[in-house]
């Protein structure tokens, strides 16, 4: 019960390392209200805490919009009274070289990755600092850390967030609010297989082989081993870090 009493409001919760989280937060003891575009399985995801006795509320929306991001925090502060921490999770990844990425996927990905947390981050301090303090966590990526090919929109979101939590990290430490990122390697999620992300690349195994082999663990990540590492950086047992960005890779950025 490692969240005892709080109240977690995050972002894109729906699926993947958010639905993990939300899951694993509630199980702590946590409250938790989670957002996400897609009504019917926000509502499931929520069905599924309930019956196994966690406390929370599913808030659709969309994080490039202004009016969902303040709905999302009334919401929550109106369902469990104050928010505690926030998980910055949602996010989007696009593909291609500087060359041969869109202005639209460029655009979607900054509006997403970046000016999203940036506007959450903006809404909940002042609640924060009302309270006497908070954890905010910021969803990066090792490629926030280092390069990758084919990916030069994701990768500049994704370094953007890094260094943008470690600037609020030092303009609120003194407030006690503790602001970091996790890092996450190559994650599988169900998403890949909804977006078609095996469809011409041999099949989920290979595939999966074939990026776990090139990682010195030699195997992706499951979406709980992230929401483990957001559970530490979000609970107290992290009260000593901010502004830290916090590698979950494989051992990815140590090559």
Same mark, same amino acid.
């Given at each position: ?61 969309? *994080? #490039? ?7 999302? !925090?009334?919401?929550?502060? &109106? %369902?469990? +009274?104050?928010?505690? /921490? ?27 990755? *970046? #000016? ?7 809404? !909940?301090?002042?609640?924060? &600092? %009302?309270? +006497?303090?908070?954890? /905010? ?43 970091? %990122? ?74």
């Amino acid at each position: 019960m490692r969240l005892k009493d709080k109240v977690v409001l995050m972002t894109g919760g729906t699926s993947g390392i958010g639905q993990a989280a939300a899951e694993l937060f509630a199980a702590e003891g946590a409250r938790v209200a989670f957002t996400g575009r897609r009504a019917e399985r926000g509502e499931a995801v929520a069905a599924k805490i309930r019956e196994s006795g966690g406390q929370t509320i599913f808030i659709p929306g969309d *994080v #490039t919009l202004p009016k969902d991001c303040e709905l999302a !925090i009334a919401e929550t502060r &109106r %369902a469990f +009274g104050r928010i505690d /921490i926030l998980f910055n999770n949602a996010g989007v990844v696009t593909s291609g070289t500087a060359e041969k990425t869109s202005e639209a996927d460029w655009q979607l990905t900054m509006d997403t990755n *970046v #000016t999203a947390v940036w506007r959450m981050s903006r809404l !909940i301090v002042p609640v924060m &600092r %009302a309270q +006497g303090g908070g954890a /905010i966590v910021n969803n990066a990526s090792d490629w926030g850390i280092v390069g990758g090919r084919q990916a030069v929109a994701y990768c500049a979101s994704k370094g953007a967030v890094v260094l943008m939590t470690k600037a609020m990290a030092l303009d609120h430490a003194r407030e006690n609010i503790r602001i970091n %990122a996790v890092c996450p390697g190559d994650t599988f999620v169900e998403r890949w297989n909804e977006q078609g992300y095996f469809r011409d690349s041999g099949g989920m195994g290979e595939t999966l082989q074939a990026l776990g082999e090139a990682l010195p663990l030699g195997r992706v990540a499951r979406a709980e081993e992230i929401a483990r590492a957001v559970l530490f950086l979000a609970s107290d047992e992290s009260s000593f870090m901010t502004g830290a960005a916090l590698l979950v890779d494989g051992g990815n950025t140590a090559n």
